[in-house]
């Protein structure tokens, strides 16, 4: 295993992390925070400077790091570990949160883009830490591996690797031959999405700050918001509206909007994952919102329709904003929302969950299986947007969706073993394992996670990252052979 490029990798991913925090600072103090940023924000930069410094002195004259895909992995799982961890330390140095554990947790559910929070009054928080709040979001969406990679080409055997053991879904999309410049390309969409929606918000009446932080957390599919009633403090359809579009969008896989910017709109008709997509978005809003309307839940089916688009997109693309209590819906919404928390966005995206194009994969190997029990000569494979995909691949997404669901159930006992009805456990291990925030009874869209011991927040922190990166980029690193020579 190559310990010093994995160092030297590691000290310049967090002094990413760290730079991005000395922006927070600087916004902190331009809006008259003074010594409370300083003391937020100044020992984390200080320690990226030092670890900037220490990579390139400890890298000198000896070339670009190269890493190996065994340990791009170890390299992906201890960046978004130490990366959570240096970032909870401005939590931790302004005395907002009391405890390490409940930083760590606030800054991986940053990261990993859950938005499930311990804070229990939002808008008391300083806006430079609401900055960094949302920061961690949009840096966690498209990946800060993704972004290391896309600005130090710490590329060559492993450049692959590390993509893949951080990118959402079965594979990344490779659009130009250098990595390095793919990374790039999924940056630059995803910055000029988030310009666009920030622009849009302003415009609905939102300030320049609580546009931008919502921006961040929605196109990260985050949740995160400036607010303790969430988006619906808002109170407007324009900026509901807004954003649910563009937590559309997020859920999208990027390499379809990088087919749309090149001008091909094949991928309305050809991309299955995608037409399966809009088509769970479209039935999941329209049952939600005859439900809705049918219990006089809203007075007219505009409302209705409203409410229930923005709901199912945020729960679908695992974002978690809400603009109403649903637990106060008819049970049918409720459920439909609840069987939304299995699905997740698609492969490639911002999204958390078991992802769109697994599910599509799963259904026809199933189909493919009947065939074969009716016509045992016959020979039948399985056919994504009409390419054979080989065993392996197949192989590979039932073995996922099946420790995706064994991680359900051990996680459910584990929350419950701390007292915990079975309702709440089983939801805040949906919520946390596929990154969309919050979920039934005690851990609702009123509440949050500040109730749990220290123990538990620290499970589901791990649980997050479980998440995040997929299972098998965490748990292989619990396998005798990933340390075998």
Partial sequence: MEIRPLIRALAVLLAIVAGFMAACLVVGLALGEGSAAVRSFAPSVALGLSLLAFSFIYGR????????????????????????????????????????????????????????????????????????????????????????????????????????????????????????????????????????????????????????????????????????LSVGAYGSGYIDTVITVFMFLAGMNFAVHWRLLRGDIRVFSCDSEFKTYLSIMVVATSVIAFDLFRHGSYADPATAVRFAAFQATSILTTTGFTTADYLAWPPLSQNVLFALMFIGGCAGSTGGGIKVGRIVTMFKMGLSEMRYLLQPRGMFGVFVDGHYLKKNIVYDIAAMVFLYMGAIIISTLVVAAGGFDILTSLTSTLATLGNIGPGFARVGPAFNYAFYPSWIKAWLSFVMLLGRLEVYTVLMLFTRSFWRR
């Avoid at 883009?113 to 009054?121: E, I, P, R």
């Avoid at 666009?196 to 609905?204: F, V």
């Fill in 61 to 228: 004259k000896r070339g670009k790091p190269i890493l190996s895909p065994r340990t791009g992995y170890l390299f992906v799982t201890l960046g978004w570990v130490l990366s959570a961890a240096i970032g909870a330390l401005p939590f931790v140095n302004s005395g907002i949160l009391p405890t390490f554990a409940d930083a760590f947790f606030e800054t991986m559910s940053g990261f990993t883009t859950t938005g499930a929070t311990v804070v229990t009054d939002i808008e008391l928080l300083p806006h430079s830490i609401l900055l960094w709040r949302a920061t961690t979001h949009w840096l966690g969406g498209m990946g800060i591996v993704v972004l290391t990679v896309a600005i130090f080409p710490l590329l060559g055997l492993g450049g692959r690797a590390l993509m893949e053991a951080e990118a959402p879904g079965p594979q990344v999309d490779k659009f130009t031959p250098r990595l390095s410049e793919t990374a790039k390309i999924l940056w630059l969409i995803y910055l000029g999405l988030t310009i666009l929606q920030t622009a849009l918000l302003m415009l609905g009446g939102m300030d320049w700050l609580d546009a931008l932080t919502h921006s961040f957390a929605t196109m990260a599919t985050g949740g995160f918001s400036t607010r303790n």
